[in-house]
């Protein structure tokens, strides 16, 4: 499966935005999904994740009630809303995907297989 993020800009903190991440080479039906984060000099973080069926999502504390993940199964894209944006969250988003039927999420870079390119968020004071 090929992954493309997208959504990402120039935002001033306060603010809204809205990541996607279109699938594409098959359908993500049976994948879960996940979203990454990686400020320069530091390493990738996890945001968020959800599961193959849509019923259980995951997120790391720093974003847990300021963002919501979601995914479309029929337009086989995954979205990241971020509200309340702060120049802390300014990074490279990124998308990943690993085929995975279970409610078990991972929350770490390494327990995901197909990952998009990123999308560069940066969050003015």
């Known amino acids: 499966v090929q992954l493309q993020a997208s959504g990402g800009g120039l935002v001033q903190a306060g603010d809204f935005l809205r990541l996607s991440c279109a699938a594409s080479?098959?359908?993500?039906?049976?994948?879960?999904m996940g979203w990454f984060r990686q400020a320069p000099g530091k390493e990738r973080e996890f945001l968020a994740a959800i599961s193959w069926s849509g019923d259980t999502t995951v997120y790391a504390e720093p974003v847990k009630g300021r963002f919501t993940i979601s995914s479309d199964n029929a337009k086989n894209t995954m979205y990241l809303e971020m509200n309340s944006l702060q120049v802390e969250d300014t990074a490279v988003y990124y998308c990943a995907a690993k085929f995975w039927r279970t409610e078990v999420l991972g929350t770490t870079p390494s327990f995901y297989d197909y990952w998009g390119q990123g999308t560069l968020v940066t969050v003015s004071s």
């Open positions: 080479g098959r359908t993500f039906r049976g994948y879960v």
